[in-house]
């Protein structure tokens, strides 16, 4: 009876005791909560970097698709697409992210479409973490769709990006995140409109924290690498 009631205890224990001796020499943690998609294609391949540089820091991220309320959620950084204001938190502005619309050319040929009428009767990727994308991107043309709502939806803008890779429809991303596809010719832009961005990403901290070197050090390289 025992042995059952500690068991649970005991395995928390054990899972804290590995997750500390995965620090190492680290002197501090630097936890940093990021959406998905930016973190995956814009800042992991860019934080090897950081690292490098500052071994004594160690790394922790964590990921979501609605921005982080820094002090609930005990996180030091939160990097997030908005309009630059979390209470209690100083915002850095990093970049825009206008919005493009890409799919395979398996999909649809490139000069394929003549109108928006007609892109609106292809199959359209949805994004839950953005649901207004494609009626933003029709209403800044002047168009009215009858209904831009329906189609496949995928959490992530990673997800409609591969979704648009296998073919699946078209979809309407930030362009920062098809660049590299767009290049490889793996995807096309069928109606080359690319929408202004109406809002940003943004690197933020705890007003209270951000004096503190682990945070600056992090800021100050985060927008400088924005900015190369």
């Known amino acids: 009876m025992y042995l059952s009631e500690v068991r649970q205890i005991l395995n928390q224990v054990d899972i804290a005791s590995r997750y500390v001796m995965g620090y190492g020499k680290a002197e501090e943690t630097l936890s940093i909560a990021v959406q998905p998609t930016f973190g995956s294609m814009?800042?992991?391949?860019?934080?090897?970097?950081?690292?490098?540089?500052?071994?004594?820091?160690?790394?922790?991220?964590?990921?979501?698709?609605?921005?982080?309320?820094?002090?609930?959620?005990?996180?030091?950084?939160?990097l997030f697409y908005g309009n630059g204001l979390l209470p209690g938190a100083d915002c850095h502005r990093l970049f825009e992210a206008p919005v493009a619309v890409v799919c395979s050319p398996s999909y649809l040929p490139a000069g394929a479409l003549s109108s928006l009428?007609?892109?609106?009767?292809?199959t359209l990727i949805q994004c839950s973490s953005r649901p207004e994308i494609w009626r933003d991107w029709f209403a800044h043309?002047?168009?009215?769709?009858?209904?831009?709502?329906?189609?496949?939806?995928?959490?992530t803008f990673n997800m409609c990006l591969t979704a648009a890779l296998e073919g699946i429809g078209v979809a309407a991303i930030p362009a920062m995140f098809a660049e590299p596809a767009l290049r490889d010719g793996q995807l096309i832009q069928p109606w080359h409109f690319v929408?202004?961005?109406?809002?940003?990403?943004?690197?933020?901290?705890?007003?209270?924290?951000?004096?503190?070197?682990?945070?600056?050090?992090?800021v100050d390289w985060v927008c400088a690498k924005a900015g190369a």
């Open 195 to 218: 929408q202004a961005s109406e809002s940003a990403y943004y690197v933020a901290c705890a007003s209270h924290c951000a004096n503190l070197p682990k945070v600056r050090t992090f």
């Open 141 to 155: 043309q002047g168009w009215e769709p009858m209904d831009c709502y329906q189609g496949p939806r995928f959490d």
């Open 42 to 78: 814009w800042l992991i391949p860019r934080l090897g970097e950081f690292i490098r540089e500052n071994p004594d820091i160690q790394v922790v991220t964590r990921s979501d698709a609605r921005p982080f309320d820094l002090m609930q959620a005990r996180i030091d950084i939160s």
């Open 117 to 122: 009428q007609q892109m609106e009767q292809h």
